[in-house]
């Protein structure tokens, strides 16, 4: 879904009339995820245009590009003024520095699968993945947009990439940290009422949203070694959440890998797989590496 999206909004780019245009992923509460283009009204404001079922019907090939950029702009057109079709998005806050750093994450991706991307956006490497970073931005009702930082964004903003990635760190970590131990301890699958028979233990963030972030945070899965024991297998379920394996529990790497690309094949929304790669956390290197 987001190469399409990113496609429509270079479609209705074309077409505004040297507005500005750019693109967001909205999250509801409960974790379902809708697409909108954003449009510019004023300086300093955009519309934002829910646009899933256009990325459908392009996908299905019901709709080319240029027909799905054309209802955008006759939506933005009939609604700029007031309409539930179209949210408001506050430029001014999103470029505030003060904003950016507070809310800040950081967002693993699969780096061959986002190459295009990376080329505009802040991100450091991290094994064969990327960390980039996106902001939350609270709206009136249920949504919030969720926004990837751009290297645009970032010099606006003025922020430097060193900056930026530690405070994303830090507010990552606030994201555990901050929990209640118990419940932290179930969600994470560290007491029996929450382990699968398999042994595994699932690793997020409080919200499970690109959670996966959490095996590039050392800090992180030392405190997973400590409650674990030894040193453990990292199985990317997706770009929301990690598996942990024991290293005890299995020796047949091979396998492991297997199975994580059999799942992203079969069970895994291609816009959600993270990789096919086994990683593992080693206690003594204190790092994480590819497995196989």
């Known amino acids: ?66 027909e799905a ?78 926004v990837r930082i751009s290297n645009e964004l970032l010099q606006v903003a003025g922020i430097s990439p060193e900056e930026l990635d530690e405070q994303a760190k830090a507010n990552d970590r606030r994201e555990w940290i901050n929990m209640d131990m118990d419940m932290m301890l179930k969600d994470l699958g560290l007491i029996d009422s929450a382990r699968s028979e398999l042994g595994l233990v699932v690793a997020s963030n409080r919200a499970k949203y690109y959670g996966a972030s959490v095996m590039a945070d050392i800090q992180y899965m030392q405190f997973l070694y400590d409650l674990i024991g030894e040193d453990f297998y990292i199985l990317p379920s997706s770009v929301h959440e990690c598996l942990m394996l024991p290293s005890s529990m299995s020796d047949n790497m091979t396998y492991l890998r297997m199975m994580i690309k059999s799942v992203n094949t079969t069970e895994v ?18 790092s994480v590496e590819i497995a196989a």
């Not at 987001?2 to 974790?31: F, P, W, Y």
């Not at 006759?74 to 470029?95: F, M, P, Q």
């Not at 929304?269 to 206690?283: A, E, G, P, Q």
């Open 1 to 66: 879904m987001n190469g399409t999206l990113e496609q429509l909004t270079g479609a209705v780019r074309e077409i505004a009339g040297g507005l500005k245009v750019d693109h967001c992923i909205t999250e509801k509460n409960n974790g379902n995820k809708r697409a909108a283009v954003l449009v510019e009204v004023k300086a300093g404001l955009m519309a934002s245009i829910y646009v899933d079922k256009l990325l459908t019907e392009i996908e299905d090939g019901r709709m080319t590009l240029a």
């Open 269 to 286: 929304d291609n816009t959600d797989i993270l990789s096919d790669t086994l990683y593992k956390y080693n206690s003594i290197t204190r």
């Open 69 to 146: 950029a054309e209802q955008v702009m006759t939506v933005y057109n009939e609604n700029r003024n007031d309409s539930a079709e179209v949210g408001r998005v506050d430029l001014n806050k999103i470029t505030s520095k003060k904003f950016i750093l507070e809310n800040v994450h950081r967002r693993l991706v699969n780096t061959e699968m986002n190459k295009e991307m990376l080329k505009s956006c802040p991100h450091k490497d991290f094994l064969d993945l990327s960390i980039t970073y996106a902001v939350s931005l609270p709206q009136a009702g249920e949504y919030a947009s969720i």
